[in-house]
Nanobody, 123 residues
């Protein structure tokens, strides 16, 4: 089972950018679809983006389409989330997760989770 560690969170003004990274270990990274989820205070965790094991297919929630870009580098066992034009409503703890298999954007398939990284967007 993959071990996942997120980094890159922080405090940014609305309209700014952040790039999150998710480093994987203890497994074959290229055997997993990967995803980003987030949880805001008082809200349920929600899907943000996902990418297939080859990187050829990506998925996004509607509210981040055109602003966020998910990518992965299988040679470095790392996944990324480039977040541009950030909005206060993007404020949340962001989690990376792994689903064994080629492709998924269903939260229930994701069995390995990182500890999360805080993203705060001020207006």
């Amino acid at each position: 089972q993959l071990q996942l560690v997120e980094s890159g969170g922080g405090l940014v003004q609305a309209g700014g950018s952040l790039k999150l990274s998710c480093a994987a270990s203890e497994g074959t990274f290229s055997s997993y679809a990967m995803g980003w989820f987030r949880q805001a205070p008082g809200k349920e965790r929600e899907f943000v983006a996902a990418i297939s094991w080859t990187g050829s297919t990506t998925y996004y929630r509607d509210s981040v389409k055109g602003r966020f870009t998910i990518s992965r580098d299988n040679t470095k066992n790392t996944m990324f989330l480039q977040m541009d034009t950030l909005k206060p409503e993007d404020t949340a703890v962001y989690y990376c997760a792994a689903a064994l298999g080629p492709d998924s954007n269903y939260e229930g398939d994701f069995g390995s989770w990182g500890q999360g990284t805080q993203v705060t967007v001020t207006s």
